[in-house]
């Protein structure tokens, strides 16, 4: 069982950064996959990005490639996501998330992912 918990969301101009982090519980921590989601107003949720159980690979959605870095501390159970270059498009509620089973291969689709976090908000003003 994963626990997950988000922070790091706020307010931000266009142009400006943010960095979240999605603190983890459970034991296997380290050996689970894990993503980042986001929902944009009105809007289902989507694919941001993901990384492997040991942090050397990593997978973005277009629109996010050399703006966004995805990353993990396994000593710290905790993944995190900087954004850089935020547009007013990047405003949503961010989720991170876990694949349910040890090792598993990398994965866009949001019924892979078993363990979500509450959510935390993003918003870039224009």
């Known amino acids: 069982q994963v626990q997950l918990v988000e922070s790091g969301g706020g307010l931000v101009q266009a142009g400006g950064s943010l960095r979240l982090s999605c603190a983890a519980s459970?034991?296997?921590?380290?050996?689970?996959?894990m993503g980042w989601f986001r929902q944009p107003p009105g809007k289902e949720r989507e694919f941001v990005a993901t990384?492997?159980?040991?942090?050397?690979?990593?997978f973005y959605v277009d629109s996010v490639k050399g703006r966004f870095t995805i990353s993990r501390d396994n000593a710290k159970n905790t993944m995190y996501l900087q954004m850089n270059s935020l547009k007013p498009e990047d405003t949503a509620v961010y989720y991170c998330?876990?694949?349910?089973?040890?090792?598993?291969?990398?994965?866009?689709?949001?019924?892979?992912?078993?363990?979500w976090g509450q959510g935390t908000q993003v918003t870039v003003s224009s």
């Open positions: 990384i492997s159980w040991s942090g050397s690979i990593t």
């Open positions: 459970g034991r296997t921590f380290t050996r689970h996959v």
């Open positions: 998330a876990a694949r349910p089973g040890e090792r598993l291969s990398l994965s866009s689709r949001r019924d892979d992912y078993s363990y």
